[in-house]
């Protein structure tokens, strides 16, 4: 496991570089990764990569095709994530959740169904009854106050 994780270190300064064809490289093997079952890798580095790849989405991918295969990735990494270590996954899901709106707002429809797919999926798997009753005592509890202080909830 401590090769794996060296080499995944490398892929964080491939994504740095912010070339389309390096990016698209790097996506695809870490594709390869996440559809692995078996693979023994730790959750926090593949989290890493996939926030940097989140993260460079608006500025790197603009075709369709690559907004389509970067809103499927996001779906099957971080359910990979949540298998592995679901405390971890919950902290990045808003992140997910931005860039999958991004994607939403490109209008081609393969990546906007690629990436509606992706949110019903990942509500499904990763957000459970416990947060949603979380978040909404939390905002009652908020409600008597005269001015409502806006904070993120874990939903």
Do not use: W
């Not at 064809?21 to 695809?28: C, F, G, H, Q, Y």
């Not at 608006?58 to 970067?70: H, K, L, R, S, W």
């Not at 990045?92 to 209008?107: G, M, Q």
């Not at 509500?123 to 416990?130: K, R």
């Amino acid at each position: 496991m401590k090769q794996k994780t060296i080499i995944l270190n490398y892929y964080e300064t491939l994504l740095k570089l912010q070339q389309p064809l390096v990016t698209r490289r790097t996506a695809d093997s870490l594709n390869a990764l996440f559809v692995i079952p078996a693979l023994e890798v730790p959750a926090e580095v593949l989290l890493d990569l996939l926030c940097s790849l989140a993260n460079s989405v608006a500025t790197i991918e603009t075709t369709a095709d690559g907004m389509t295969f970067t809103a499927r990735l996001l779906g099957v990494g971080m359910r990979k994530i949540y298998s592995l270590n679901r405390d971890i996954c919950i902290v990045k899901l808003p992140l997910v959740f931005i860039v999958l709106r991004d994607i939403l707002a490109f209008e081609h429809e393969e990546a906007l169904f690629a990436a509606a797919e992706t949110m019903k999926s990942l509500v499904h798997t990763c957000i459970v009854e416990d947060h949603i009753q979380q978040g909404v005592v939390q905002i009652l509890a908020t409600a008597d106050l005269d001015t409502r202080k806006f904070g993120p909830t874990i939903i």
